[in-house]
């Protein structure tokens, strides 16, 4: 089974700058799209931005401008700058991919543990 492992939130104050990585391990054919979402205490996780293998990306309105989604494909790795935080960013960032194992004929979607972010006013 491949694992994806979340790694650089934490807490800052509003306006400030977070940079999140999600590094997939294990049997890995291959990685279509990645990507992150986010999941707010009490409402519904929600897309945050995608990237494809290629590098096209797709943000959430709401994070267009100050989010920036990149890949590193050698590594298996995502990751997320977030620049001008702002208090409705806080929330739990899981990244999740769309994974091809060896010796599968299928792809599945594996999600992260999850990262908290928070943000402060």
């Known amino acids: 089974q491949v694992q994806l492992v979340e790694s650089g939130g934490g807490l800052v104050q509003a306006g400030g700058s977070l940079r999140l990585s999600c590094a997939a391990s294990?049997?890995?054919?291959?990685?279509?799209?990645m990507g992150w979402y986010r999941q707010a205490p009490g409402k519904q996780r929600r897309l945050v931005a995608t990237i494809t293998s290629g590098g096209s990306t797709n943000y959430a309105d709401s994070v267009k401008g100050r989010f920036t989604i990149s890949r590193d494909n050698a590594k298996n790795t995502v990751y997320l700058q977030m620049n001008s935080l702002k208090p409705e960013d806080t929330a739990v960032y899981y990244c999740?991919?769309?994974?091809?194992?060896?010796?599968?004929?299928?792809?599945?979607?594996?999600w992260g543990q999850g990262t908290q972010v928070t943000v402060s006013s």
């Open positions: 999740t991919a769309d994974i091809r194992e060896y010796y599968s004929t299928r792809n599945y979607v594996g």
């Open positions: 294990g049997s890995i054919f291959s990685i279509n799209a």
